[in-house]
């Protein structure tokens, strides 16, 4: 039962440590901010997540306090980003080429 | 919903998280967090509507475990798009900002479907004016609102609607 749990707790960081590291090569490959905050937000929520599962597995007595961080993580990752890609559009951060349609720059009337 | 009733219900909701972080039942932790969780209460009884907003129905707590699922769900595939996109030289990226329109009335409400878009396939709230948000989409698929609204929004809608309404 312990080795099981060992192995399951191993699976999981590695699992969460692979979509960290996937987040981070978008970070490096997206074209522009929004991309870039997209590919950040949901790789770090996930990958969080899921090391978070792994420590419960690996240390069940911290299992609590994990949850707690797991929520907390949950709420406060997509605020931030919201924020940051709102801050981004307000100073008219430039978005890429391709970019097919912007609704917001139309509805606010910052660009012609 | 009644004021003594949300202070009851924050307070008591502050007190469980105090006792899980401390895992400990000795008479000077309890009382500290006694007397801290009462004060956080009183001081920001109006601003913590994550707990007060809630509809405390057995049909919403039912609901807010299919929405756990729904959301984990999506947040799983999201991150395999993502490395989808990632991975691929091609970079086979058509992003663009398309604007939907929300249902839900509550403060709550909306800023829960926010989280849950940013969270989701390809999708990033930017903002929110009323019922109306902004979304940053990888993979543009119709500018239209009503079909953008349909293809976003209504998954997470469904479920929102009987928690927060």
């Known amino acids: ?112 | 919903m009644t004021k003594a009733r949300d202070l009851t219900t924050l307070f008591a909701t502050l007190f469980l998280f105090w006792l899980l972080l401390n895992g400990s039942l000795a008479p000077d932790v309890l009382a500290i967090g006694l007397v801290v969780a009462l004060l956080i209460a009183i001081l920001f009884r109006g601003s913590l509507a994550v707990l007060s907003e809630f509809r405390a129905t057995p049909l919403a707590i039912v609901t807010a475990v299919g929405y756990l699922i729904y959301f984990l769900k999506a947040l799983l595939q999201s991150n395999l798009q993502l490395a989808r996109i990632v991975l691929s030289p091609s970079l086979p990226l058509t992003p663009g900002i398309v604007k939907v329109r929300t249902r839900l009335q509550s403060r709550m409400g909306r800023m829960l479907l926010a989280n849950s878009i940013t969270l989701t396939p390809g999708t990033l709230t930017v903002e929110l004016n009323g019922e109306w948000l902004y979304i940053h989409w990888v993979t543009v698929e119709s500018a239209d609102i009503e079909a953008a609204t349909a293809s976003i929004v209504s998954g997470f809608e469904r479920y929102i609607e009987v928690m927060y309404g």
């Open chain 1, 1 to 112: 039962m312990d080795s099981l749990l060992n192995l399951l707790g191993g699976l999981l960081l590695v699992a969460g440590a692979s979509f960290l590291f996937l987040g981070g090569l978008g970070l490096v490959r997206m074209p522009d901010v929004f991309n870039r905050i997209q590919a950040g937000t949901k790789a770090t929520t996930l990958g969080t997540l899921l090391g978070l599962a792994g420590f419960a597995c690996l240390r069940p007595e911290w299992g609590l306090k994990l949850l707690l961080i797991g929520l907390v993580t949950l709420f406060t990752n997509p605020i931030s980003s919201q924020v940051l890609a709102r801050a981004a559009h307000r100073t008219r951060v430039e978005m890429t080429l391709n970019t097919t349609v912007d609704r917001l720059a139309e509805d606010t009337g910052e660009e012609a």
